[in-house]
């Protein structure tokens, strides 16, 4: 007997999904009582050195009904989850989010009718299922316009622009035979996306918009709050995002991407889960994205969503910097996920926070050149 003996843990929560954001959600959840149990296929994933694991796939009933044995509630990291195994799931234990979030977020058709039923502006957008229809699509739409796959595309692949002949038949070449949504090109100002979160109760909280920077589809940078917001846009935001809580009567953190013209939003995808761009709100709001969605999976109250100053927030891509250097910036916070180096992969990110907003976008050139710097020093080492 020692000193150690009395365990706290109040709820076992399962994640499918062993990755970052499964790792993230553990680290936010082990200061609540909480454990975890990952249910991901392959050895060695992010969550392995924190959490017990099931390596299986989503789809193995068995493994399925182990992963759920003894665990207090389920929640997922990825949207890509089988719906069906998020069903077999709901019959043993809670799913929050709810699958109905994964149903529409996981085809990028109804995704864009829910947007619309709900009053949210999207790209126009066709449905093409052959070549007949993709020059039908084109007369109406475009070009320029965008050729994406309608599942399964993330950090911009399954998807082409078309701005000449020769475009449309590498595009078709390369993702004809599949469902295909064909999307008129938007040239918007900026990215954006909107957190909302909401409880079993039905509350909910918002963060304030990000701006987001895309490299090559991949997010590179984002900026919360995101500068020069209108009031009127950020509410607007707010009210987009408590629109399609509510109508899925959703539990958990939600995402949503729009493209921001003039004072407009336009929906352009959804995440049913923590997302890349809320990773600045570990330092960087009054509670993180991590927490409010743990909070509110296991049926806790929200906390406060205010940001605490400027953050920015960049990803560590293809090659892991070199410490010392990051972490001498002030008010630079490293996050590494324990993945091995492969170009363009996401290896970890820095938030870098402060109070004041020019001394912020100071610290944020001296990241990029500590980040460049290793990046250059790896080509030429030939690496
Ligand atoms: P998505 O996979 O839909 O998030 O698209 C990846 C990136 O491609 C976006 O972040 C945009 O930068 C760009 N993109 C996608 N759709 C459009 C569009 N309709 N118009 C302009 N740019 C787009």
Redesign the pocket.
Known sequence: MNDYDQDPVQTTVGILGGGQLGRMLSLAGYPLGMRFRHLDPKPGAPTSSLDEQVQADYDDPEALDEFARGVDVVTYEFENVPVKSARRLQEHVDVFPPPEALEVAQDRLPEKEFFGDLGMDT?PYRRVDSRDDLNAALANLGPPA?L?TRHG??D?KG?RIIETGADVEEAWEELGGQPLLL????G?DR?VSMLGVRARDGETAFYPLVENH?VQ?ILYASHAPAPETEPAVQRKAEEYSRRALEALDYVGVLAI?F?QVGDRLLA??MAPRVHNSGHWSIEGAETSQFENHMRAVTGLPLGLTDPVGHSALVNVLGTIPEIPSVLDIPGAHLHLYEKSPRPRRKLGHVTVRCDDEREAADRVKRLHAVLKAEEEARKSAGS
Do not use: I, R, S, T
Request: aromatic share 22%; charged share 25%; no cysteine.
């Open positions: 790209a965008v994406k595309g993330y911009g998807q999307e008129g090109f938007v918007y990215e895309h589809g991407e493209f352009n995808e």
